[in-house]
């Protein structure tokens, strides 16, 4: 009976069980409701974004509490610091901006997840807020604070003087680093301000200090002995004074390579061949009453220059007895013939342009130089006109002085060839206007106000170029004259088209300028100014119709104001561009007043021109500050 009694309370005890699981299911489902109902259909409980709290709030509130918070601290300007200068960044224009509505997105919802609720109720949920970058708006922030801050290294230099080679050591230059600045300004958008110091390396030169010293040993070799020129029957001695005034060197690659002018070296012959030398002579033209004539050729003998100069350059090393050289006398055909010239159909003028500038001695020289260059080049059809070849390397050398010029910082300096761009603006002008294919121009880095915007060029030696390509069936001579205040060219040849016109489009995608406060003694100050794209357009008329048009699209990056001083507490006057320093520079890149040339060409004199400036002064120019003159890099090199 007692066995009867135990076998009838199992079942009743089996189904308390079930009951107690089922319950507790119950109870849980229960609380997971809850837990639902309290998460509530906006941001969930302990959201937290960038330290501000809004869990539990309606996505309305969220938004405006973040930009009340966040929103108006991304707003504020963002200082940056770097190589004693402060940048005032505005994130707008730097294309930063918090978007409240997209963080608040991202936390608002209901989530089934009971673990995620639980600790939602218990503890907060850290949010990213979302920030919105303009990749090209920031680009072209950083860029303009590159522009201040980035310096070019200095190459090493071989000075010869009095047969004594002098080695200037180079120097590290400066440069932005821009991936890491712009992280840093990203990440200062919803910080709490204080500057920031930019991230910034060392810039070294190309050329090693070993490699310096090579080729100074190698200059010193040069000029220890004379060397044997044999032509023919004929040989001389190069005296080491001659080699001493024909040698150079200059940058190729990462080694300070020599270079021999062949010219001095065949004049430093001259009469020491045997006689056996005549002089010859390209045909060319003149201008005579505003047309061109033909200037015969004539047939000469003697020594290569390109030649002579290769055979010399090979052996500038070497020691006695192994200085000799063996060169080509010979017949020397004139390249192109009296025949040849009268045939290249130089008949009329295609184009004329000048170019006005503000009257300084280093640039009345430099510009002078680059003119009595250029004056007088014929290009034969199919034939490539490089601005750099023409001008040759702005050394003392070469005819060229100290002048100032912009730097890769947009900040005044002293180089050599201060100026020239303004020569190769007035070249490159002309020949648009002439209807020259364009073979390659590099527009200034800032606008320069005496310039065109679009229509004007710069040069730096070893770096870029102003090319263009007579692609007429005819031959193209050009002609230059000088001012101490403006620059002339004119290209004769015969006109393909009846018209060439320029067409100027509106400044797009206009950049701010940021403002700069430099300390440092040498600061000159100056006005900032936007960058901006522009579009010119060339149109070919022929007929009275438009036969072709191309178009040149030309970015200019911003150029920074520059403050003299500290920057002001607040309350205090804010300082004025060069305040109680030297006069403040109006840069070319912000200018009080615009001139634009007129792309029509003017009548110009039935005389030869000449482009012989005014005699200058064999030292070297000792200039106050004048307006800023050409554009990074190396600008008017």
Not at 55 to 70: E, P
Not at 522 to 543: P, W
Not at 549 to 573: D, F, L, S
Not at 600 to 620: G, V
Request: hydrophobic fraction near 40%; aromatic fraction near 6%; charged fraction near 20%.
């Amino acid at each position: 009976m007692a066995e009867h009694r135990r076998l009838m309370t199992m079942p009743a005890a089996g189904n308390r069980t079930k009951l107690i699981i089922v319950g507790a299911f119950a109870a849980l489902a229960l609380v997971y409701v809850a837990l639902i109902v309290l998460s509530g259909g906006g941001v969930r409980q302990g959201t937290v974004v960038s330290g501000v709290s809004i869990g539990g709030m309606s996505t309305a509130d969220a938004v405006a509490t973040l930009d009340s918070t966040l929103g108006k601290l991304s707003r504020r300007p963002i200082k940056l610091e770097a190589v004693g200068k402060e940048f005032v960044v505005k994130p707008k224009d730097a294309g930063l901006a918090f978007d409240a509505k997209a963080t608040v997105a991202s936390a608002t919802g209901r989530t089934f997840n009971p673990i995620a609720m639980v600790a939602d109720l218990l503890g907060n949920s850290e949010i990213e807020p979302v920030v919105v970058v303009d990749e090209p708006a920031l680009s072209g922030q950083i860029s303009g604070i590159s522009l201040a801050i980035d310096r070019p290294a200095t190459e090493p230099t071989i000075t010869i003087k009095n047969r004594t080679a002098k080695l200037k050591p180079g120097k590290n230059g400066r440069a932005l680093d821009v991936e890491a600045t712009s992280a840093q300004l990203v990440d200062a958008l919803l910080a709490e301000r204080v500057p920031i110091t930019a991230t910034v390396v060392k810039v070294p030169p190309l050329v090693s200090e070993a490699s310096a010293e090579e080729s100074a040993a190698l200059a010193r070799s040069a000029m220890a002995n004379p060397i044997t020129v044999t032509a023919g029957d004929a040989s001389a001695k190069l005296k080491p004074k001659a080699i001493a005034r024909a040698l150079s060197f200059t940058v190729v690659d990462d080694t300070l390579t020599p270079q021999v002018d062949g010219l001095v070296l065949q004049r430093a012959l001259d009469g020491k061949l045997a006689g056996a030398e005549v002089p010859g002579r390209d045909a060319s033209f003149k201008i005579v009453r505003g047309k061109p004539i033909v200037v015969p050729s004539v047939v000469g003998k003697g020594v290569s220059d390109t030649e002579l100069a290769t055979a010399v350059v090979a052996v500038l090393g070497n020691e006695p007895p192994d200085r000799k050289v063996t060169v080509t006398m010979a017949v020397r055909e004139p390249a192109v013939t009296t025949e040849q010239a009268r045939a290249l159909g130089v008949t009329e003028q295609l184009s004329t342009f000048t170019q006005n500038f503000p009257y300084a001695a280093y640039r009345v020289q430099n510009i002078g130089q680059a003119a009595r260059n250029v004056n007088g080049t014929l290009l034969l059809p199919g034939q490539t006109f490089s601005m750099n070849d023409a001008m040759k390397e702005r050394t003392e050398k070469n005819g060229y002085t100290v002048g100032f010029v912009v730097g890769a910082g947009g900040v005044f300096a002293e180089d050599l060839g201060g100026g020239v761009s303004a020569a190769t603006t007035t070249v490159w002008t002309g020949a648009f206007f002439a209807g020259l294919e364009r073979v390659s121009t590099q527009a200034h880095s800032i606008y320069i106000s005496r310039y065109q915007p679009g229509l004007e060029a710069t040069v730096a030696w070893g770096l870029f170029d102003m090319k263009f390509k007579n692609d007429t069936p005819n031959g193209v001579f050009i002609t230059t004259a000088m001012t101490n205040t403006s620059m002339t060219v004119t290209f004769w040849g015969t006109k393909v088209y009846d018209e060439i016109k320029a067409e100027f489009g509106p400044k797009q995608d206009i950049v701010p300028f940021t403002t700069i406060f430099d300390k440092s003694d040498t600061c000159l100050g100056q006005s900032g100014m936007d960058g901006f794209t522009i579009d010119v357009d060339r149109v070919f008329m022929l007929d009275g119709k438009e036969a072709k048009r191309e178009t040149i699209t030309t970015h200019y990056r911003p150029a920074p104001e520059v403050k003299c001083g500290k920057k002001p507490k607040p309350g205090e006057e804010q300082g004025k561009p060069g305040s109680n320093k030297t006069p403040t520079a109006q840069p070319d890149s912000a200018p009080a007043v615009v001139v634009k040339p007129d792309p029509t060409p003017t009548p110009q004199s039935t005389k030869k021109p000449d482009p012989t400036p005014t005699p200058q002064s064999t030292k070297k120019p000792k200039p106050t500050p004048p307006p800023v003159e050409d554009a990074a890099p190396a600008p008017g090199r």
